[in-house]
DNA sequence: TTTAATTAGTGGCATATGCCACTTTCGCCG
DNA sequence: CGGCGAAAGTGGCATATGCCACTAATTAAA
């Protein structure tokens, strides 16, 4: 046996993950409060910016989140005036995203207080750990992980 | 030259570590859906049978969730009776929390399911490096971060 | 011991995420 | 061309999480 156990720790390796990013969260949701917006906000309004006005598909394809879910996700901050939508031009399934100008301001904002909590964050666990860290989320995020279920194909 | 580009969305510890989660918790999200059972509701059963009829604050606080959160989430698992609480005999603000004899047997049936996703995932990034990556997260999890904005303790 | 400060939970409100059932469009055939 | 299956979104339902305001019970002060 290796040692006893910490009895509460799980070798889970997704309860492991949402408990850091539970406390990682709380962590640069408190940096970003006085701007109003959550990390996630943050991260999406981010997304968008850097993207060229992206379908939703494409944003929820690059976050690895679920279609609808990004939909309501959108909705405070569409509500708020920070992203606006637009139908492609070609194909009416298509709804494109971008900032307004209200919403750029806001990232900017945002930005300057992000940077702050990030910076913290590298100066306590080093900027080289940081981002072998994220290279490593990445690289689980990216895993083509599929249960072994029946019937794979006929 | 330390400015002129814009932090690449990848450079966000926070939505790195999130996006990963949302990946990796549909992964276990599936194995486990055949039990009924979601991978947080999976966790946090687990939790409380490795502990010692814990208070509630005690659990919250191991999975560093906040206390309200963690009523809410317990509420589901009680109502489908697969958890109880029972008052502490000393302090009678606490609550404590056990598994029922239900509970216990849905997550004997879960753990079965799990340790499928468990070694599929295993498999994919090895034994070692997830146990390396479990490590950097309870890390991350357990740093001491404030924001130095908070107003100056007198 | 009466009171102030702290601790444990609850309930309400808001965002975060997912899945499923539908609807509208497209693209691809036969 | 007409129909069919895939793709893009929407809306509803349910869980996941947090913060805040409030209540009840304890403990530390005065």
Redesign the interface.
Known sequence: MTEARK???????????????????R??D??LASSGLK??QF?LL??IH?SNEPAMSTVAD????DLSALGHTLKPLIRDGYVETFPDTNDRRIKRLRLTPQGQAKLDEA?KL?????R???G??GAE??AK??A????????D????TAAPSP
Chains 1, 2 share one sequence.
């Open positions: 009895p509460g720790f799980s070798d889970c390796n997704n309860a492991t993950l949402r408990r850091a990013a539970r406390s990682l969260g962590f640069y408190d940096a990390g996630t991260g981010f997304q850097v690059a976050l690895i989140m930005l992000w940077s702050v909590a990030q913290q964050f590298e306590k666990v750990q940081a860290l994220r490593a989320l990445d690289a689980v995020a990216d895993l992980l599929e249960m072994p």
